[in-house]
């Protein structure tokens, strides 16, 4: 989910702390324990510092597996502690780790996902039935924060508050489920799906598709249950040796072959020293342009002369980053 969400999660989740006896004497402690977990497993986000392959390569994998959902508290609980010595150890680490725990679970349920289950399995686990920022999850948490400040009690506000977003998150499972079901209908001429991709957007009733087959890859959303693909394009082989020689080591490009899933490339020649090389994440599409793309621009030896792996939304902006 968004920083925001997680913070008014981390809000609605210092209030049922309140239910808890032992929290009253400590409740500094507690709410500031439990607010920081909420973000903490975020922390990778400095990734961006870096270079986007390895933020794209690595956010939400360690900071969101079993060995740091465990950790984090740990660390949260004693640096409370030094703060705030004398408080109730138990309970400060007792409602950290569920912040933490939380946060990782909610983030399952997205498109990017998270490798909560690492080091287990390095799989990313990703559900795709809730956009990273969805309004009602946001607002329903807000207003279950404004009926708790206004004296309401905690166990009602956010007892129902996550009653209902647990039929929600139902809902949600069987929405997507009967998008696929419809989507693979209307390719049943095609033989062996490969993958299928079906997640949200914004809008409560609009998903994006993107399904690979074995000749094929359809991309498009659902409007309600009404599907449109709207591209088709014929499966490629993989880019010849001669042309991934160099390309495969590049960082970027490895950083987007890890994460994405159903992707097309081209090559182009665009000057006669250079040779474009451009993978096409197929998720993502938006207003007739695929915005998450790694681009590798080759000389004539196909060595890596630039490279780039992020969201680009025009070429114009592309360029400016190729060139920085």
């Known amino acids: 989910m968004d920083t925001g969400t997680h913070v008014v ?15 009253t004497p400590t409740f500094a402690a507690v709410a500031t324990g439990v607010m920081i977990g909420s973000q903490i497993p975020d922390i990778d986000t400095v990734l961006k510092l870096k270079n986007n392959a390895i933020y794209v390569k690595n956010h939400r994998g360690i900071t969101h597996s079993i060995p740091f959902t465990l950790l984090w508290p740990l660390i949260l609980t004693f640096l409370i502690y030094i703060i705030f010595p004398g408080v109730d150890v138990f309970h400060i680490w007792l409602w950290t780790q569920f912040a933490v725990f939380f946060h990782v679970f909610v983030d399952i349920f997205n498109s990017y996902g998270t490798q909560a289950l690492r080091p287990i399995s390095n799989k990313w686990i990703q559900l795709s039935i809730i956009n990273t920022f969805d309004p009602i999850i946001f607002v329903s948490h807000l207003i ?73 890859d359809y991309v498009g959303r659902s409007y309600g249950r009404n599907v449109s693909f709207n591209d088709v394009f014929k ?90």
Request: aromatic share 14%; glycine share 4%.
């Open 9 to 23: 999660m981390g809000v609605a989740l210092t209030g049922l702390a309140t239910l808890d006896p032992q929290v």
């Open 144 to 216: 279950a924060i404004l009926f708790w400040t206004f004296g309401v009690n905690a166990g009602i506000a956010f007892g129902t508050l996550y009653i209902g977003l647990a039929v929600y998150y139902v809902i949600r499972f069987i929405l997507q489920d009967a998008i696929k079901k419809q989507a693979l209908k209307q390719i049943q001429h095609e033989h062996n799906p490969v993958k299928i991709f079906v997640a949200p957007t914004i809008r409560f009733m609009e998903w994006r598709i993107a399904i690979q087959t074995e000749t094929h």
């Open 235 to 324: 499966r490629q082989t993989f880019p010849n040796d001669h042309i991934m020689a160099h390309a495969k080591y590049d960082e970027n490009l490895r950083a987007f072959l890890s994460f994405s899933s159903i992707y097309r490339w081209e090559v182009t020649r665009i000057d006669k020293d250079t040779t474009e090389l451009r993978f096409i994440d197929l998720r993502y599409l938006k207003n007739g342009h695929y915005p998450f793309v790694a681009i590798l621009h080759l000389d004539d030896d196909m060595k890596v002369t630039q490279s780039y792996i992020g969201w680009v939304f025009t070429e114009e902006k592309l360029m400016k980053k190729l060139a920085a």
